[in-house]
Nanobody, 116 residues
Framework: QVQVEESGGGLVQPGGSLRLSCAASGFTFNNAFIYWHRQAPGKERELVARIGSVDGATYYLPSVKGRFTISRDNAKNTVSLQMNNLKTEDTAVYYC?????????WGQGTQVTVSS
């Protein structure tokens, strides 16, 4: 059974930090591309960051580059998104998306609220 679960969201002040985690099981994690998306109220879901499978190549949305860092631990089947210097416009539900030959799909999301 495939499971994908995000955690680590919460309320933080502008300039603060949060670390999101995406834990997955039920497929070959090492071969999967992992994506973090976010969706703010009234807006479309957008890709925030991606990490490749074999080479671990990364991509970042320009507005988060230099503030967010995506990383993976294949031994623990987890991908993390370290978010620093958070801004109010980062407020959104953050979703983990898995893409592999065995399975593709979304986690349930975790809320990030940046507010003073």
């Amino acid at each position: 059974q495939v499971q994908v679960e995000e955690s680590g969201g919460g309320l933080v002040q502008p300039g603060g930090s949060l670390r999101l985690s995406c834990a997955a099981s039920g497929f070959t994690f090492n071969n999967a591309f992992i994506y973090w998306h976010r969706q703010a109220p009234g807006k479309e879901r957008e890709l925030v960051a991606r990490i490749g499978s074999v080479d671990g190549a990364t991509y970042y949305l320009p507005s988060v580059k230099g503030r967010f860092t995506i990383s993976r631990d294949n031994a623990k089947n987890t991908v993390s998104l370290q978010m620093n210097n958070l801004k109010t416009e980062d407020t959104a539900v953050y979703y983990c998306y898995v893409s592999s030959r065995q399975w593709s799909g979304w986690g349930q999301g975790t809320q990030v609220t940046v507010s003073s």
